[in-house]
């Protein structure tokens, strides 16, 4: 296989006197679908937010699509070919739909083939094009935050919690869009707690405890092993919340 | 016994205590040791800043909180005992009332200033202060009738603190005992036991708390503390002190009027001077007050003179001038900020 | 049945009673309009007075635009921006005493083109300190309130005094231009003219920005930048230079208010800045620190009160902007139009 698109070599961050990530060495290869698993606050969202330099590691390296991206500025990272939905959603309320899609098209312009493909995963999206994004329904600006990153093509795609708090419905809408991007041949990066939906996607898993990747493999191997999941993540095939 | 009275809270530094102490026995012995009226106004004037730029560091260094109303809070002492005498005529009950009633009136501000701004944001606060200060400025100045407006006010108070009366027929050491110099101890014990109180505030557990909350608001809320409730009540305490200093400012000159009492350039004088003392040590008020009133004093006449010396030249003259010594304490106050934040108290503690 | 059409009117009042709370601050205008009228006897006294008002209150919004979009976006809190409206007034001024023939010629024409010069030339000018003064004076302390409140404060007194340098520490006196002296008389009210070009400017200026932050992408980008400076990163955008670039545009229209104040008042000194500084605080916290609509409403309703009031009650025109700041804080404590942050 080629080189991954996106390798973490012993990243370490902290946020003010806590040392969140301890380590975190992490492949993420193209094309596949990487589920980032764990429970609460073992440095999940941590590691995204590093990644996207929100958070700035004090030691090891980041490399996306072959350069050296440690020290670089959040929007030169975002322009290397990252699209990313945070953990908050990150939606501009006081903006339309459509103009939060604007923004997110970094060519300034919104491909329509693009845009109907995102209609039909996310239908609401073509109903409340032209409405504020801050009335959306939370469902709705998930989709949205989402459907921003979708807008263009990316080299990788980070996803934190995509179906957090969302109902059963939606969390289909949402599963069945993320399969969708995953066969067009996307590398995704995906923090998930949902183990039914991280199962459904995930072709590859890495699992973080105490800021620190603690097993990597294949997902059907950790799907097939409820043993396994007991010892890494405290939860069973029937799991998540 | 030293340390009771300072509350547990030593200087921490060898220099630094020997210039607390030198500062402590120069303002006791002041009249004995710089004879002439103008050193003893300095000395009466040393004093009342250091109370009053050491209860703004309860706000400022001790609450994180930002406010420009401290002299009008200054101020609200100052005319309290200046309108008590005026018209209530010359008695220490009048006196005692305008004290009162300067304390109260500036206690009762704060808090509806606090309530306002700090409920929402504690950045509202130093905006809010800044135009209610101003606005009050420009209302003492517009109510002549009353304040006197900008001329301000000249008022008799009990004759026993005033140069007329003697209490001694001869001098002592060659200093006249007279009401002057019951005057000036007045205005230092009232000082020093001021500090001293303010001493205690901040190391009592109220301190401590309010030191959690400037470090880290959200998180003191979290543990339990309400936040609101303990910069509302620092704000009142300091306000209230401001205005005890501005009283002894007072019962000092005779005298009250927007420019001495009201300014915003005192309101610039007090944040420069806890700047350079070293914010959230009440020890670097005392420095900081009486380093810059001492400066005030003498700087201005160096700059006349490096004025003269340079005369002829372009540009040069007009910034030494002494009507421009502002320009250089805001660059100082500004340079001070950036490379010096923890001000003169704070590199002697690093330093020892 | 009646049941149906009985229970959709409650429903249609509850839904629009909903809409129209976004729409109360702005609906506060005609109010404060309309109790003017009720409260001034003379109707030519309060057209005179309405019309002032809302000169002054256009004036104030530009000089205040700058520093509640500064603050929406960084989280910058500037004290001394009442310097650059200082030296626009300064920089303005003198260059229409410089260009004294065209000022003085009795040409609408030849006067526009004279105040058109000033304003141009202060915008620069203070566009430009505006640039220096985020660079020395904001950025080490990013993220610092209590510094940027100190520093910027210090700012402001070094300006003032190299502005008193520069200039000489006396008040300068300023004749505007021929053709905009006097006043024009309509329904028996006088109201000057030069008022109505302020009025005029106030608000092509306040919908010019509404279409920039509206309808442009770097409108967007700052609009949201505001709500979420993250999130626009995150999306490639550099917050850094559009907040640079708004910096100085917010210095540039402060310095153009300068001016305009400067030629309202017949009157320029160093501490201008510092005294409208006052108002601008009080419109900025009362609209909504952040949101540029309220600051518009907000300076409106400042300048319409204080001209009131000024004409009923005169020793309590300025504490009338404090009750008023009050009262509002006391109905929304946020503002009126409350910057929403994700964070």
Not at chain 2, 40 to 69: E, H, N, Q
Not at chain 2, 106 to 123: D, E, H, K, N, Y
Not at chain 3, 33 to 41: C, D, H, K, T
């Amino acid at each position: 296989m080629s080189d991954p698109i996106l390798r973490l070599e012993g990243v370490q961050t902290d946020i003010a006197q806590y040392h969140i990530l301890q380590g975190v060495d992490l492949d993420v290869p193209r094309g596949k679908v990487t589920m980032l698993l764990g429970r609460n606050g073992v440095g999940k969202t941590t590691t995204l937010r590093t990644i996207m330099g929100h958070w700035r590691a004090k030691a090891g390296r980041i490399t996306f699509d072959g350069a050296d991206i440690t020290a670089r500025p959040t929007p030169a990272i975002a322009r290397s070919g990252i699209g990313f939905v945070p953990e908050n959603m990150g939606i501009f309320g006081d903006l339309t739909v459509e103009e939060n899609m604007v923004l997110a098209a970094v060519s300034g312009r919104i491909d329509p083939a693009r845009r109907d493909w995102i209609f039909e995963a996310f239908p609401p999206l073509r109903t409340f094009w032209k409405g504020p994004a801050g009335t959306l329904s939370g469902g709705q600006k998930q989709m949205l935050s989402i459907a921003r990153a979708m807008i263009e093509e990316r080299k990788l795609y980070l996803i934190d919690e995509p179906t957090k708090g969302l109902a059963p419905a939606i969390v289909t809408t949402m599963a069945r869009a993320l399969r969708e991007l995953k066969e067009a041949g996307a590398s995704i990066l995906l923090v998930e707690q949902n183990f039914a939906v991280a199962r459904a996607l995930g072709d590859l898993v890495a699992v973080m405890d105490d800021g620190r990747v603690i097993w990597t493999g294949e997902m059907a191997e950790l799907a097939g092993d409820a043993g396994l999941q007991e010892r890494l993540m405290g939860l069973s095939m029937e799991g998540g919340h | 016994m030293i340390a009771t009275l300072l509350s547990g809270d030593a200087p921490r530094s060898r220099v630094l205590s020997v210039l607390l102490l030198v500062v402590l026995v120069c303002l006791a012995l002041a009249p004995f040791l710089f004879p002439g009226t103008r050193s003893l106004d300095t000395a009466a004037r040393i004093c009342v800043f250091i109370l009053l730029v050491a209860s703004y560091d309860l706000l400022l260094g001790y609450g994180g909180i930002v406010s420009f109303a401290h002299t009008m809070f200054f101020g609200m002492g100052a005319y309290g005992v200046a309108l008590s005498c005026e018209f209530l005529g010359r008695s220490w009950g009048a006196l005692a009332f305008g004290i009162g009633a300067g304390i109260v009136a500036a206690i009762a501000t704060a808090f509806l200033i606090g309530l306002f701004s700090l409920r929402v944001r504690a950045i509202f606060f130093a905006m809010i202060t800044l135009a209610v200060a101003s606005a009050v400025a420009v209302l003492v100045s517009q109510l002549s009738q009353i304040t006197g407006g900008e001329d301000g006010l000249n008022y008799q108070i009990p004759r026993a603190l005033t140069p007329a009366f003697k209490f001694m027929e001869e001098p002592v050491f060659g200093v006249r005992m007279n009401g002057k110099l019951l005057n000036y101890y007045v205005v230092f014990v009232g000082a020093l036991v001021g500090v001293l109180f303010l001493l205690r505030v901040v190391n009592s557990p109220f301190g401590r708390v309010l030191q959690a909350i400037r470090e880290n608001d959200f998180r003191a809320e979290a543990i339990g503390y309400r936040v609101v409730q303990y910069r509302v009540a620092a704000t009142c305490l300091s306000a209230a002190i401001a205005a005890f200093a501005g009283a002894l400012y007072a019962i000092w000159l005779r005298y009250v009027g927007p420019s001495t009492v009201l300014s915003m350039e005192i309101m610039l004088d007090i944040l420069l001077m806890v700047v350079i003392g070293g914010m959230g040590t009440i020890y670097g008020a005392v420095l900081g007050a009486t380093l810059f009133v001492v400066a005030q004093n003498y700087l201005q006449e160096l700059m006349g003179l490096a004025e003269g010396a340079f005369e002829g030249l372009p540009l040069l003259p007009a910034l030494l001038s002494p009507d421009r010594w502002l320009l250089w304490l805001g660059l100082l106050f500004i340079l001070s900020v950036y490379f010096f934040p923890t001000g003169i108290v704070g590199r002697l503690r690093d330093g020892r | 049945m009646s049941l149906a059409p009985d229970h959709a009117p409650t429903m249609a009042r509850k839904g629009l009673a909903e809409r129209l709370a976004p729409w109360a601050p702005v609906l506060l205008v005609p109010v404060m309009v309309l109790l003017g009228y009720l409260a001034i006897p003379a109707t030519s006294s309060w057209l005179t007075l309405t019309v002032s008002g809302l000169a002054m209150g256009m004036m104030i919004f530009i000089m205040a635009s700058g520093m509640t979009l500064v603050f929406g976006l960084m989280d910058v809190i500037n004290f001394g921006h009442g310097a650059f409206v200082s030296i626009g007034a300064f920089v303005g001024v003198s260059v229409l005493i410089w260009l004294g023939g065209m000022a003085g010629a009795p040409s609408l024409v030849l006067n526009l083109l004279a105040m058109g010069a000033a304003a141009i030339a202060a915008m620069v000018v203070t566009g430009g300190v505006g640039w220096a003064f985020e660079k020395v004076i904001v950025k080490p302390v990013y993220g610092a309130h209590l510094k940027q409140i100190l520093v910027t404060m210090g700012g402001l007194i070094v300006i003032e005094q190299l502005i008193v340098v520069i200039w000489g520490p006396e008040e300068i006196f300023i004749r505007r231009p021929e053709t905009l002296q006097g006043g024009l008389t309509f329904a028996g009210a006088a109201i000057e003219k030069y008022r109505l070009l302020a009025v005029g400017v106030g608000l092509v200026l306040f919908l010019a920005m509404r279409f920039v932050l509206r309808r442009t992408k770097i409108g967007l980008i700052v609009r949201a930048g505001v709500e979420n400076g993250e999130m626009v990163e995150a999306l490639g955008y550099r917050l850094r230079l559009v907040f640079v670039g708004v910096f100085i545009a917010g210095s540039a229209l402060a310095g153009l208010g300068g001016v305009m104040w400067g030629m309202y008042q017949e009157l320029i000194t160093a501490h201008m800045g510092q005294e409208v500084m006052i108002l601008i605080f009080i419109v900025v916290i009362i609209g909504g620190l952040g949101s540029v609509e309220g600051c518009f409403i907000g300076a409106l309703l400042v300048g319409l009160l204080q001209n009131y009031i000024a004409f009923l009650e005169p020793k309590v025109a300025l504490i009338s902007n404090i009750g008023l700041m009050v009262a509002i804080l006391m109905w929304r404590p946020m503002g009126m139009i409350p910057v929403v942050k994700a964070k």
